[in-house]
C-alpha cells in the first residue's frame, strides 16, 4: 500500500481536524467535508464510524500506514499501564514527529523527509529510518550541510519549551533534545485514543 500524497488540506476537512498549519488556517473559512455535497453531510453516525474516523485522524496525523499503526496498537496493548496513553508516547518519540514538533517542518511529510535524506543525526549519528524511537537524554541534531538553511532556521522555535515541556529546542545550533517521555497531558493532539484501542481490541 502506498503511501497517502493526497491533499492535505482535503484530507483534513474530511477527518475534521488539521493536519498542517495551512489546513488549520483554510478550515476556519471551510470547516465542513470538502465535494459539492460536503455542507450536507450531518447524518448521525454509528459506534463503529465513530471507531474507525478516530482510527483514522490518530494515523494521519502521525504519517503511518495501516500496517505500522496497527502494530503499534498491539504493542501497545501489550505493555503495561493504559494502553492509549502508551500508544500516543510511542508515536510521539517517533524520530519524524519529534523532528516536526520542533518546528523543523511544517509537517510530518516534511520531517519525514529531512530524516530520509539523512539530514538528521542523532548523537552525531546519521539517522535516516523516521520510526527511529528515541530515548530521554538523546540529542537530535540538523546536519551541518542543512544548518544554514533559511527555512528551517525560520521555522525553529514555533512551539515554545512551555508549550512543548518533554523538549528542549536549541536554536543556535538547530538540535532537540528529549527531556523525557511526555504524559499524555503534555502530547498537544485532541484525540481519543482510548476508543481505537477498543476498534482493535474487537
Known sequence: MARFRGSIVKKSRRLGIPLSDKAARIMEKRPNPPGDHGQKMGRKMSDYGRHLLEKQRIRYTYGLLEKQFRNYVYKAMSKSGVAGDNLLQMLETRLDNLVYRAGFASTVREARQLVTHKHI???????????????????????????????????????????????EILRPDLSIVLKEVPSRDMIPVALDENIVVEYYSK
Open 121 to 167: 543525526r542523532v548523537e552525531g549519528k546519521c539517522i535516516n529510518v523516521p520510526s527511529f524511537h528515541v530515548k530521554p537524554g538523546m540529542k537530535i541534531q540538523v546536519s551541518e550541510k542543512m544548518q544554514n538553511n533559511a527555512q528551517i532556521r525560520d521555522a525553529v522555535g514555533k512551539y515554545s519549551d512551555k508549550s512543548l515541556p518533554y523538549l
